[in-house]
């Protein structure tokens, strides 16, 4: 079958498509054939920075069908159309197959092509956590999700309003229509205005950006024990400091359960799913530089996958 395989790190160019075994499963595993995988920012950034070891297939999050089912599995048959983010460690949603096990996937939404289910899994499940994990998002809770437009931040307004919270975003210029289209309450362009400029005395805030100015302007924008969620860098030690809110910087985890509860929000209509740009498998390298960019409004998926 063929792979996304980063050879080792520190350059694209280690990135390389390769004919490899299609993988056997234990007792407690699911072989899935891949029809489409979410690209998420930790895939150039494992290219790049090393974080699981190589030589290493990339990618956490699929959309498939499943093949074989091992003697364990109770829950699934093969030709049952599947989601998930894969086991953090192992990645190797970048192939024409996986093995996973159960507690890695759920029933793809009916609603969704592959590349939009695709697109769901890390995203959704970030975002969902951050709001409601870290953040304990309530109704009626004014709430800041920062690149209100990338891959988590559409989720997390979109979860946010179903929460029944106030929205405002963060986005540019280009970004401000569309986002007021899919619910946002407020849109302040952050190539033109600080964030206290615009806002002050919310609730949470989502920073999905983390670099120093962001943090600063989210703490000062942040009431009395607000809290602040960041899913990229940690708050720094002097904003802790100076300000009486509670802070914290998460990894997601894969959720089966919290997955299930997204997929009856898209099925619902309740929450759309927003691809900005397709790219074949064997143009992965291309995705990964295209991510690495940001600026993407929605979600990249490798589609379709042989």
Known sequence: MKAVIAKSKGSFDNVVVEEVPKPSIAADEILVKVH???VNPVDWKAALNGYFGYPLILGSDIAGVVEKVGNEIKNYKAGEEIIGSLEWQKQSA???????????????????????????????????QGLFNHGHLKAGEKVVVHAAAGGVGLFAVQFAKWKGAYVIGTASEKNIDFLKSVGVDEVIDYTKFKLTEKVNNVDLVLDTVGTPEVQEESFKALKERGRYVSITAGPREELLKNYEISATRFLFHSSPEQLKQIVQLIEEGKVKVFIDKTFPLTEARAALEYVQKGHTRGKVVLAPIP
């Open 36 to 38: 489409a995988a979410g």
């Open 94 to 128: 970048f192939a024409e197959y996986v093995a996973t096990k159960e507690k890695y996937i759920t029933y793809k939404p009916k609603n969704l092509s592959w590349q939009e289910s695709a697109a769901a899994p890390l995203a959704s499940l970030t975002a969902w």
